[in-house]
């Protein structure tokens, strides 16, 4: 069985005037788009953390608490927790409560994120960026057992036999690692016996393949039992693939842009944008064109969940609510199809 999400990071979008929405808006519309897609029959609704202007999440466990609220099926989780710049103890006690109020539909997506701005702001050294993680992960992994903890490390103070509370009802809240494309994060993931999420953000997802093939290496060699892979991609949907391609772009160029100039990268070209539907990352186009992307995505990694990042930029709330719309009523079950006859 796969699974299909969607994800997205509460980006700051435009009304029909092109003017800017206040945040609040936004993360309302946000909730909104989570029941949407709850009601069109899609099975996860992912959160990205982020502490800049361009996007209004920065606490996903309380947008999704409002959604958990209006919703009874959906699981609901974070893509990602950036937990270089948070407290394990804390991320637990956000999401064990999480779960109490979702009925038990709370998951963790933790990663290092791919923007900097949490570091600085909560007073983290970027040139600790390996040793946070990799010891905050470790504790991270104890507090899912959900039984006393003892750790020490020298990120933050150590623990001795001690329990966290809310406990669960279920006595562990599924959790996965997300990564980038380094194969030391891969088998980070796998020497913890965590699930794996890749961010498939550039380039052709086939060519993630090979991280696949690592993780399962590494989870025999660590002695883990096997774990499922997820891949989160950026991707939109409208009636024609014309329509699909001329809605978003303006909006994906406002926002590659803008992260370009930060990065260093060229400006982004509409023959490069178009490659990269063709080709590259993104799943764009009709229902049809992007079920069969998403098809082959998932039959050549051998994936059993994917994720569509459905937000771009400025894109329009109801532009993304009729993406969502799509995806759940004739995308999903257009792929399932395709698996099947696979």
């Known amino acids: 069985m796969v699974e299909f999400?969607?994800?997205?990071?509460?980006?700051?979008?435009?009304?029909?005037?092109?003017?800017?929405?206040?945040?609040?808006?936004?993360i309302r519309n946000v909730v909104e788009q989570a029941v949407l897609a709850e009601r069109v029959g899609v099975d996860g609704f992912g959160l990205g953390e982020h502490h800049r202007d361009d996007f209004?999440?920065?606490?996903?466990?309380i947008v999704l608490a409002a959604i958990a609220a209006r919703t009874e099926r959906i699981r609901l989780g974070t893509a990602v927790t950036v937990l270089s710049s948070d407290d394990p103890v804390r991320v637990f006690e956000r999401f064990a409560t999480l779960d109490a109020v979702s009925h038990g539909r709370a998951e963790i997506i933790l990663g290092r994120g791919?923007?900097?701005?949490?570091?600085?702001?909560?007073?983290?050294?970027?040139?600790?960026?390996?040793?946070?993680?990799e010891e905050k992960a470790d504790l991270m992994v104890k507090l899912l057992d959900e039984g006393p903890v003892s750790w020490a490390g020298t990120v933050r103070p150590p623990l001795k036999d001690q329990q966290v509370y809310p406990k669960t009802e279920s006595g562990r809240i599924r959790t996965w690692i997300g990564v980038g494309g380094s194969p030391e994060s891969v088998v980070r993931a796998?020497?913890?016996?965590?699930?794996?999420?890749?961010?498939?953000?550039?380039?052709?997802?086939?060519?993630?393949?090979?991280?696949?093939?690592?993780?399962?290496?590494?989870?025999?060699?660590?002695?883990?039992?096997?774990?499922?892979?997820?891949?989160?991609?950026?991707?939109?949907?409208?009636?024609?693939?014309?329509?699909?391609?001329?809605?978003?772009?303006?909006?994906?160029?406002?926002?590659?842009?803008?992260i370009g100039r930060e990065r260093g990268w060229p400006?982004?070209?509409?023959?490069?944008?178009?490659?990269?539907?063709?080709?590259?990352?993104?799943?764009?186009?009709s229902p049809e064109t992007v079920a069969r992307k998403?098809?082959?995505?998932?039959?050549?990694?051998?994936?059993?969940?994917?994720?569509?990042?459905?937000?771009?930029?400025?894109?329009?709330?109801?532009?993304?609510?009729?993406?969502?719309?799509?995806?759940?009523?004739?995308?999903?079950p257009r792929v399932k199809e395709l698996l099947a006859e696979a």
């Open 5 to 26: 999400g969607l994800d997205t990071f509460g980006d700051v979008t435009v009304d029909e005037h092109g003017q800017k929405l206040p945040y609040a808006q936004v």
């Open 56 to 61: 209004a999440v920065s606490a996903p466990e």
């Open 114 to 133: 791919s923007f900097t701005e949490s570091f600085p702001l909560f007073g983290f050294d970027l040139h600790d960026y390996e040793r946070l993680f």
């Open 190 to 258: 796998a020497r913890h016996g965590l699930p794996l999420v890749l961010a498939i953000i550039g380039g052709e997802p086939v060519r993630f393949a090979p991280y696949v093939e690592l993780y399962q290496r590494a989870l025999e060699e660590f002695e883990q039992p096997s774990q499922p892979v997820a891949a989160h991609c950026p991707g939109f949907v409208a009636e024609t693939d014309e329509e699909a391609v001329e809605t978003l772009w303006p909006h994906a160029r406002t926002m590659l842009n803008r």
């Open 267 to 285: 400006p982004l070209s509409r023959d490069r944008f178009e490659n990269d539907i063709r080709d590259g990352a993104w799943h764009v186009g």
């Open 294 to 332: 998403v098809a082959h995505t998932i039959k050549h990694l051998g994936i059993q969940r994917f994720d569509l990042k459905y937000s771009a930029g400025t894109l329009p709330h109801d532009k993304m609510l009729t993406a969502i719309e799509l995806y759940g009523t004739k995308v999903i």
